[in-house]
RNA sequence: GGCGGAGUAGCUCAGUUGGUUAGAGCAUGCGGUUCAUACCCGCAGUGUCGGGGGUUCAAGUCCCUCCUCCGCUACCA
């Protein structure tokens, strides 16, 4: 073995962010990374597969208390839920870590112990301009007007003592790892965007948060939390036993691949995780590798209104309603699950997901193609050949050479993490088998054997052993995406099964004269393609929220800065009662809209001009200026909220909000249904 | 506004470094076959490869420009 050569091959998931239930989206990442896991395991190396759970940051404490129970029971419910999830799906992840272990908080602890020792995060008490949105802070001489000078973003004042990675530090290093190792980074122009990113300039980023109780605490200061982000990477490391010098974990790391969902790439996995491996100078993973998402299509235009356009389901379920519609057994409609998923996601670009496509996924290839393929075979077998594997004297050449082309096309193609390409590799082998049969026509050429004619029935011998062979090392290489059924077809074609074995797709592997059983469809056809709404909502599959497409992701995307307000679930507000002095703290009035402009380089902004009843008028900034020109404002009515706090946005400061409803996210605003309502009534 | 992605057959998409008459799957239509899970095979298709310029012997592919859609982000107090 060469050096930096190992037998382990280590890779991971995501450490999912426990603020929702697995989905076929979280489902597809992992499925992939078992399958690359079981691939590499067949090539005879000992491979290693970590997911697991993310359980800190203010949002997940937030949830806890929405839900009504201590953190810790609320994220050991939803650790179990992906865990039973992983388990239904066959998964076969060797570590499951949990960021509210021992073993993770400290190589936590540890890793920012040698970060500080390093230098590689300062103390800074800023008293001083804060940028929400640049997440930074400016010096007096960066700031103008209340605008970074550099980003063009508004600032607040804040006096906050926080501590920070020096990120900004590792800029060069990290361009050159990336141009150096052209492989590191995948899809390419994913690396594209990874490269102008860290071009634009990287900041040191603050690393912590106030301590309110829940999160890992920062070494040495126990006000303060380590920022979810910066502890959730460290995982991947904790998981080797690092830095324990006997757990052995310089056999695990560096990482062969870190295998995600595009939104976490960029900026953590790509640049921040190695960056921080850097500063410790730990060896950095082999591969990064990011997928897209499945997207949702919504209502065409001139559909039915009201129809539901579905949404992303959970993957038990799915698994549920493959099993019923099939009448499969459970295991069978996992692993259909299992291939549906990679075979329809097209890997690095974003891919569209309905079940009806899923449904005609299974039929087409599983139930068509590769079941009928192995079921019409077998079945000339036990007609033709008395149930016995023949044995030709001579093979098909041409076919064998094709099997060996699927191969190493189908290796090729894993090795880049395009799982729906291998798996097509095998499948258009499996198309040109059906169509060999019918070429070769096996029934005519038994009519003819029993005849007498000697060459027909070699040839017989031949076709049909060729097909079970082909059927057979088709099943083979398809194990790493459905393990039960590739077993399940491979005795039915006669084949011995070695999960642990490449080799074993070899041409020729299948022994002559061995015994068939009659054959039994392992992928029954769907004979009912329609999905119902019924369907939809088993599934979970429902319309989704606008929330909850955003997170649809695999983890969590909290890039959310310190201080932002997290907005109220929706359930939350509908429960939360509030006495009638807490509403009289608002003071709603009555406005009138004297002007109202655009506010440049804005897409949405309109800037008002309300005459409020006070002396002065005032300034209003409304997010409405793509439902409204200014023009249909001016004169109109309006409620206003007057007493709420001014808030500059654009470089101009909005002394109020108008109120408005919102309808399916358009903004509709809210005016008094008489007319002439004198400017500056209370409204109560 | 900034950054990124996309626009190719009815639908979903391939098209690698520019190189023959632009492909696959699904859906549609017709035909064939019967071993099989009413399956499989064949044939037929329809394309101004988003528009317009340019480079080139040669452009879906490279350059410029414009249009449309999507995502992220900055502004929806």
Known sequence: MKPGERSTYYI??????????????????TVACDALTRYQRMQGKKAVMLTGTDENGAKIQEAAENAGMPPMTFVDGLASAFRACWDDLDVCYSDFIRTTEPRHTEAVQTFFRILLEKGHVYRDTYEGWYSVSDETFYRDSDVENGIALETGKPVVRVSEENYFFRLSAFSEKLLQHIESHPEFLLPEFRRNEVVSFIQEGLRDMCITRPNKGWGIPFPGDSSKVIYVWFDALISYLASTGWPNGESGWEDRWPADAHFMGKEIFVRFHATLWPAMLMALDLPLPRQVFAHGFWTVPGLKAGEKAGKSTGGLPHPSAMAGLLQE?????????????????????NFGMDTEFTLENCLRRYNTDLANDLGNLVNRTVNMVQKYCGGQVPAPRAMDEEIVALAGEAQSEFQRCMSEFRLNHAIESVMSLVGRMNKYIDVRMPWALAKQATEGDRQAEEMLAQTLYVCLEAARIASLMLTPFMPTAARALCAQVGGSFDEARWGAVQWGGLEPGAELQPPKPVFPRIADLVVTEADLKRTGALKETKEERRNMSNAHAETVPPGTPLPPPDAAAEETLITIDDFMKVHLKVGEVLAAEPVPNATKLLRLTVQTGEEETRTILAGVAEYYSPEELVGKQVVVVANLQPRKMRGIESQGMLLAADVEGRAVLVRPIAEGVPPGSRVR
Not at 12 to 29: D, E, F, K, Q, S
Not at 325 to 345: F, N, P, Q
């Open 12 to 29: 991971t998931t995501p450490i999912y962010y426990v603020n929702g239930l697995p989905h076929v989206g979280t489902a597809l990442t």
């Open 325 to 345: 519609r099939s009448g499969t057994d459970r295991t069978l409609a996992v692993d259909a699950l299992r291939y549906i998923l990679c075979r329809e996601m």
